[in-house]
């Protein structure tokens, strides 16, 4: 079982930094043999991909939209998962959902489906 808590939504100004974080308890198996992503979910929108990490940390998926503005990242150390974001626009404004599913799963990173935990989320807001 895993239970995730994300933190750090906010809003921010548009072009400004912000970095959210997904903080994991687990029982049973390591924070370490769980795959991580971020989806978000803007108002009367469909929840999207917009980055995954590996169990080990060696690969990572992004989101066309957020490419070049978004790192993901985890500590295993810590249980906890990062999300990076850059050069924020008006429509990254969203509720942030942290996910985990265990890893070889599949190759499709960006299928929300393949999850099984989910985080109650954060929220970002952008303003211009």
């Known amino acids: 079982q895993v239970q995730l808590v994300e933190s750090g939504g906010e809003s921010v100004q548009a072009g400004g930094p912000l970095s959210v974080s997904c903080a994991a308890s687990?029982?049973?198996?390591?924070?370490?043999?769980?795959?991580i992503a971020w989806f978000r979910q803007a108002p009367g929108k469909e929840r999207d991909f917009v980055a995954a990490i590996n169990w080990a940390g060696r690969t990572t998926k992004y989101a066309e939209s957020v490419k070049g503005r978004v790192t993901i990242s985890r500590d295993n150390a810590k249980n906890t998962g990062f999300l990076q974001m850059n050069s924020l626009k008006s429509e990254d404004a969203a509720v942030y959902y942290c996910?985990?599913?265990?890893?070889?799963?599949?190759?499709?990173?960006?299928?929300?489906?393949?999850?099984?935990?989910w985080g109650q989320g954060t929220q970002v807001t952008v303003s211009s």
């Open positions: 687990v029982s049973g198996r390591s924070f370490s043999e769980y795959d």
């Open positions: 996910a985990a599913r265990s890893p070889h799963i599949s190759d499709d990173y960006a299928n929300d489906g393949t999850y099984p935990y």
